[in-house]
């Protein structure tokens, strides 16, 4: 694959009971995470806001508290692992209450781009939530990425560099990925969505996804830029996109916006996990 899809645009395991349990959306920064966020926001059951970026940090308490401390926990204060978990689920839950409440919305969605991060941890904490990480070509996401950077470093940015480091970051959500799909235990809870099916093939990709998620597809999710809604703070880069109808122009932007030099510091640090996860980094004909 070079910037899109062979096989099938959607991969998942198994349909989702309906249930109450959150929808964690998560991905690296430029992935399409926030484009997957207004559609699923824009369903009449589905409320899903602004970045909450909290998830992965809470989680990633509740990890080392069950690491590290779980048997004088169980041993000394009568919180047995479940107790543990049950803990932290409502911890997560009360963040994420009363803006749910609030939406008068059946089911609640939180995408932050590093929840990806925590779905081990999140697969422990919510067994019935459906876990949904958003996949991109890694060039495409390093560009976009870079503009931002550029932005904010000014006249000290090394270009090369600040590539190397956000392809590495990719590779990490990657590895993250076969980690996933290579347990049963784990993989229940997952699917995977790639950017460029989702813009190329909006219905044929969503349905399955919503159907995972034990909700019906409904066409009026597709227009979501006719929606009014915030996108403050990290959100703020991709309001442009979000407030038109679905584009594809941005499938291999990386050819107008990357040079020789950062895209073999990409291939350097991406080119395995790009492989495995069916994305091609072939630099012949770009």
């Known amino acids: 694959m070079d910037g899109g899809s062979s096989g099938p645009p959607f991969c998942c395991r198994e349909t989702h009971m309906l249930t109450g349990d959150p929808i964690f959306i998560g991905g690296v920064p430029r992935s399409g995470t926030t484009l997957l966020r207004v559609i699923l926001d824009t369903h009449p059951r589905i409320f899903c ?24 926990l169980d041993e000394a204060y009568a919180l047995p692992p479940e107790s543990v978990c049950a803990i932290f689920s409502e911890l997560i839950l009360s963040f994420l209450r009363p803006a749910w409440d609030a939406s008068g919305k059946p089911r609640i969605a939180e995408k932050t781009p590093s929840n990806v991060l925590a779905f ?6 919510f067994p019935q939530s459906p876990l949904v990480h958003v996949l991109r070509d890694v060039r ?16 000290s940015f090394d270009a090369v560099a600040t590539a190397r480091l ?25 699917c995977e969505i790639r950017y460029e099916d989702l813009v190329r093939h909006p ?20 227009e ?20 038109r109808s679905i584009f594809t122009s941005s499938i291999g932007r990386w050819r107008e916006v990357l040079g020789e030099a950062e895209l073999d510091a990409i291939a350097r640090e991406a080119r395995d996990a790009s ?12």
């Open 140 to 155: 495409d996401v390093v560009a976009s990425r870079l503009e931002r950077d550029r932005e904010h470093a000014g006249a």
């Open 224 to 243: 979501f830029h006719r929606v009014s809604r915030s996108v403050a703070g990290t959100e703020e880069w991709s309001a442009q996109a979000v407030q």
């Open 166 to 190: 956000r392809a590495r970051e990719w590779a990490d959500t990657m590895a993250i990925r076969r980690q996933m799909l290579s347990d049963p235990n784990l993989a229940y809870a997952y």
């Open 49 to 72: 806001g602004t970045e909450l970026r909290a998830v992965n940090a809470l989680a990633s308490l509740w990890t080392s508290a069950h690491v590290h401390s779980g048997r004088v």
């Open 275 to 286: 492989r495995d996860a069916g994305y091609s980094l072939d630099l012949e004909g770009r």
């Open 120 to 125: 081990p941890a999140l697969r422990r904490l």
């Open 203 to 222: 219905e044929r990709t969503l349905i399955p996804l919503f159907e995972f998620i034990g909700e019906r597809f409904d066409p009026a999710v597709l």
